[in-house]
């Protein structure tokens, strides 16, 4: 299993930047694909952006395409989530989890979330 805590979320202003962090723990972190993913209130769970275990590869939704950073670091087991003109639309909870399976894989271990609010 793969237990996972993100922090960073918070307030922000529309145009703003905020980092999200996920902190890794259990088996080995750098095995595993990686996702974003978001869901606003009333809304279903979106993914936001995914990074291959092997090379750093990313894709992302193209909703945050231009305007989101996926990126990790092995060595503290973390990945991150760099957000850059943030919209009030971009306002969810947010979620990163383990992905297994073939291809991306799908998610098998999520963290708790942490809220993204972008004010006008």
Not at 28 to 44: C, D, K, L
């Amino acid at each position: 299993q793969v237990q996972l805590v993100e922090s960073g979320g918070g307030l922000v202003q529309a145009g703003d930047s905020l980092r999200l962090s996920c902190a890794a723990s259990g088996r080995t972190f750098s095995n595993y694909n990686m996702g974003w993913f978001r869901q606003a209130p009333g809304n279903e769970l979106d993914l936001v952006g995914r990074i291959s275990a092997s090379d750093g590869t990313t894709s992302y939704s193209d909703s945050v395409k231009g305007r989101f950073t996926i990126s990790r670091d092995n060595a503290k087991s973390t990945v991150y989530l760099q957000m850059n003109s943030l919209k009030p639309e971009d306002t969810a909870v947010y979620y990163c989890a383990a992905l297994s399976g073939p291809g991306w894989g799908t998610p098998f271990s999520w963290g708790q979330g942490t809220q993204v609010t972008v004010s006008l």
